[in-house]
């Protein structure tokens, strides 16, 4: 009888684009177990969350159960648990439960989290948009403000309507066009007794322009369109602080606001710190061309936690897609380690850019050589790109017909006030700064 050969195995951290693209290939190979462990029991579509945070789609059209991602592929455990230490050396990690995860091959594929460049009262009092926890306590509170203003015009005063959104990037864009359509769409229809004029979308951007990535044309329909919906824009500007009731910008204006979105930049997430591995810009982990650590043989690094060079020598972005090609690359290279033969380069085939500005607007620049589109076409593009993204056959059929009925019908899922806000109710009762500056 044959001896068996034991199967290695693959500890991944992470659920998301990077590590389901990698566990997706391992699954395929008779000569290995994974372990995927995640904090969340889901795989979370980021590009998606704005829309959940203003109530265009719900929870489950942008949370998939890893379970069910996996269910018919026996080689791959899930694991429910935030890890809080990582031991490249021994290719373990240590979880918060105290569950210890070793591997003949450790892939860390935790994505990242908010920067919030040191700016004071960052943290503590802004909506960052990094999680599906985030929006939707995003959409809690934007709709909480609608409610108490409703209820009570008074509060319009003290900054109920004003909604501040901090970086103009992708993130920031999108969700100052789906704020304002939601404004002028569903809160304008469902709030009969409510100054829905008196709300204000501001965003604020430290450079020139909006969607920095993106050409020059781009940038001029993106403010075209958000102009149109009422956002004004500060760009050149930047916010210096963020108080409970209000924010300081650079230019030394303050604006009364109980909602600031944060989405001005990332950084690694934390597993990436303090186990000795090699970082770089944003804390992200340095990762060789083929997708291994240096000086850590069996550890790889994907995705958003990791800085992966491109073939111009620049770091790749952080975006769904690097993420996705990452994990099955890294995936085949764990599988040419096991068989002895070479790994190589990853190679990442670029698809291009582009950002959802709001209902039927949107830009792209695709492929390599940056054909540049916009309006409907553009937005049929992002639809198609991040279909590609979504994790089976299954999922893609029922998040299509989710997105394109979301589209016709213009409506918006349900508004439910859940109160994932709660912690911070008393928002209106604790700016004595404000008042002591005299704040706009
Ligand atoms: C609001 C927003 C909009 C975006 N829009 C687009 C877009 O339109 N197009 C595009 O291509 N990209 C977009 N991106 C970027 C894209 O979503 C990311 O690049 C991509 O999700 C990165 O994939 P990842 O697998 O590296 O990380 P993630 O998708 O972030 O997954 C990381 C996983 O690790 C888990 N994790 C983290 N820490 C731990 C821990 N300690 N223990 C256990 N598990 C942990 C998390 O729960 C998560 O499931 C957007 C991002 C955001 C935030």
């Not at 404004?183 to 409510?194: K, W």
């Not at 760009?235 to 204006?253: D, K, Q, R, W, Y």
């Not at 990853?346 to 291009?352: I, N, R, S, T």
């Not at 994790?391 to 899922?413: A, C, H, N, P």
Request: glycine share 10%; with cysteine; proline share 3%.
């Amino acid at each position: 009888m044959a001896s068996q050969v034991p199967l290695k195995h693959v500890v991944i951290v992470g659920g998301g684009f990077a590590g389901v693209g990698c566990a997706q290939i391992l699954a395929g190979s008779d000569k290995v177990h994974v372990t995927l462990v995640d904090k969340h029991n889901y795989h979370q579509f980021q590009p998606l969350f704005y829309q959940l945070a203003t109530s265009q789609l719900t929870p489950s059209d942008v949370g998939f159960s890893l379970r069910k991602i996996f269910r018919k592929l026996p080689n791959v455990d899930i694991k429910l648990a935030e890890v809080s230490a990582v031991d490249p050396k021994n290719h373990s990690v240590t979880t918060k439960e105290g569950q210890v995860y070793k591997g003949d091959f450790l892939v860390l594929a935790a994505g990242a989290q908010a920067n919030f460049f040191n700016t004071p009262g960052a943290a503590a009092n802004t909506f960052p948009l990094y999680s599906m926890n985030d929006a939707e306590r995003l959409r809690s509170r934007i709709l909480a403000l609608f409610e108490d203003a409703d209820r009570d015009a008074a509060l319009i005063d003290q900054g109920a309507l004003n909604f501040v959104i901090v970086g103009g990037g992708a993130t920031g864009t999108e969700i100052a066009g789906s704020l304002a359509d939601m404004i002028h769409s569903t809160v304008t229809a469902e709030y009969e007794d409510l100054a829905v004029k008196s709300a204000c979308i501001y965003l604020v951007e430290r450079g020139p322009t909006l969607l920095a990535p993106f050409s020059a044309k781009a940038h001029d329909y993106a403010s075209k369109v958000l102009h149109r919906g009422g956002v004004v824009l500060k760009l050149g500007t930047a916010v210096n602080e963020v108080h409970p009731g209000h924010v300081v910008l650079s230019e030394g204006s303050t604006i009364k606001t109980r909602c600031v979105i944060w989405g001005a930049g990332l950084k690694a997430a934390a597993v990436a710190s303090g186990a000795g591995l090699p970082q770089g810009r944003g804390g992200r982990i340095n990762v060789q061309h083929d997708l291994s650590v240096e000086g850590f043989p069996g550890v790889y690094a994907l995705g958003d936690v990791a800085n992966i060079t491109g073939a111009d020598g620049n770091a790749l972005p952080q975006l769904g897609s690097v993420a996705q090609q990452s994990g099955r690359w890294a995936a085949k290279n764990i599988l040419a380690d096991i068989e002895g033969q070479p790994r190589t380069a990853f190679h990442y085939h670029d698809k291009g850019i582009m950002a959802m500005i709001g209902r039927n607007a949107a830009v792209a620049e695709v492929g390599e050589h940056r054909h540049e589109l916009e309006g409907t076409v553009a937005y049929s593009m992002w639809l198609g790109v991040h279909l590609a993204l979504l994790t089976s056959m299954q999922v893609k059929i029922e998040t299509l017909i989710d997105w394109v009925w979301d589209y016709f019908s213009k409506g918006r899922g349900p508004q439910l006030l859940d109160r994932s806000d709660a912690g911070r109710i008393n928002w209106y009762d604790d700016d004595t700064d404000a008042e002591k500056r005299g704040a706009a």
